[in-house]
């Protein structure tokens, strides 16, 4: 039987490492980990973002943070205000409950844990640029009795592929498994013979956190939220047209997009979350850019991207939401139909259905004492 979600001051104090991509220089990847982390608080634990360093890893984040439109080119004005966001964004982890810093090749420094939480966000990504290969975040090396994975996503490595050995063997020293979509699950299930359940992303499951980064600044003007870049010519002209129709602005934030009324490059995490709540519409290719639209009932449309295919093909899936992905032939009256009216009831109802699960999923995956978590690991199904 699934446990009941325990309020704050019922539940017990125990000592949780959250090991995710915190240091990205991205706002999803920031959300994601803040939502996990004061999710796991509400709960009553102790709870540390486990600072994994790696100087190969902080030269490739912040080459792409400073250049993040490629082949466009960057100008130097640009790359300034691209280091102001970048400065932002690791101002804003600094704030995050820190662990002491180690080495992500080499971790024999982390402080110890009672349980490390492996997830959310695209954590056993194999074909990942830089921390793909990592067995840190296959549980190897890591210093705590318990190991959960919650919303574990492999990105855009497809399940077609297959895990080789030794990482499938890896996934079976987890003591609960839990992913973000259909894709990791499959892995996960040709991997160790059992399907694991899918949980939301955490900025889906906790939507009052972050809650007071939306009281701040005055009302925003009226404006389609334009987030991700690379847009294909086609979709940014039926964008462009849909909005002149109605007088809206375009603006793009985080990623330069010259087609857009007005470019907002530096704004900080707060800034975006803010930004994204008070749209009148999101137009995205990002996987969190459907997530926020999501957690804020905003009406959006995605257009599908090569790279995050297969992850927002299945979080649309998921959300009964496959009609606000955009594909090559899509219209005027498509987009249109998309941004005129937010996503349906049966949307809502679902998502509200997915927190539940979730929630109940991860009270008793987390509802082990450690010292009784010395048996055989095993994924949850």
Not at 102 to 120: H, I, K, N, R, W
Not at 130 to 158: D, M, P, Q, T, V
């Amino acid at each position: 039987m699934l446990a009941p979600f325990r309020t704050p001051s019922s539940a017990p104090s125990s000592s949780l490492g959250v090991l995710t991509f915190h240091r990205c220089i991205n706002y999803g990847s920031y959300w994601q980990t803040r939502c996990l982390v004061e999710g796991l608080q509400a709960r009553g634990h102790h709870v540390q973002v486990l600072d994994h360093r790696s100087r190969r890893v902080d030269w490739a984040e912040w080459r792409c943070a400073l250049n993040p439109v490629l082949p466009l080119p960057t100008s130097a004005a640009e790359r300034s205000a691209y280091a102001r966001k970048t400065r932002a964004l690791l101002q804003a982890v600094a704030a995050l409950p820190l662990s002491r810093p180690f080495s992500l090749e080499d971790p024999v420094q982390m402080a110890p844990v009672d349980t490390v939480v492996v997830g959310s966000d695209e954590v056993w990504n194999l074909a990942h640029p830089w921390y793909g290969w990592c067995s840190l975040f296959y549980g190897e090396g890591l210093r705590a009795r318990r190991r959960i994975a919650y919303a574990a996503s492999f990105g855009n490595y497809s399940a077609e592929r297959g895990l080789p050995a030794p990482w499938r063997g890896w996934l079976g020293n987890f003591d609960a498994i839990a992913v973000r979509d259909a894709n990791a699950q499959a892995l996960v299930t040709g991997a160790l013979g059992t399907a694991p359940p899918v949980v939301l992303d955490p900025c889906l499951q906790f939507p009052h956190v972050g809650a007071s980064a939306l009281t701040g600044g005055g009302a925003a003007k009226p404006h389609v939220a334009v987030y991700g870049h690379n847009f294909s010519p086609g979709f940014a002209a039926l964008l462009r047209a849909w909005a002149d129709r109605r007088g809206l602005v375009l603006a793009s934030i985080g990623y330069r997009n010259d087609w857009c009324d007005t470019q907002w490059l530096t704004a900080g995490p707060e800034d975006f979350a803010r930004f994204m709540a008070r749209a009148d519409a999101v137009a995205t290719n990002f996987f969190h850019g459907c997530v926020f639209a999501l957690r804020h009932h905003r009406p959006f449309v995605c257009e599908e991207s090569s790279y995050r295919a297969v992850k927002i093909r299945n979080l649309l899936a998921l959300m009964e939401a496959d009609d606000h992905l955009a594909g090559p032939g899509a219209s005027s009256a498509d987009i249109d139909a998309r941004l005129s009216q937010a996503p349906s009831l049966a949307v809502e109802a679902r998502l509200q259905v997915l927190r539940a699960a979730s929630d109940a999923w991860l009270d008793e995956a987390l509802d082990v004492a450690p010292e009784q978590a010395e048996g055989p690991r095993h994924a949850v199904a």
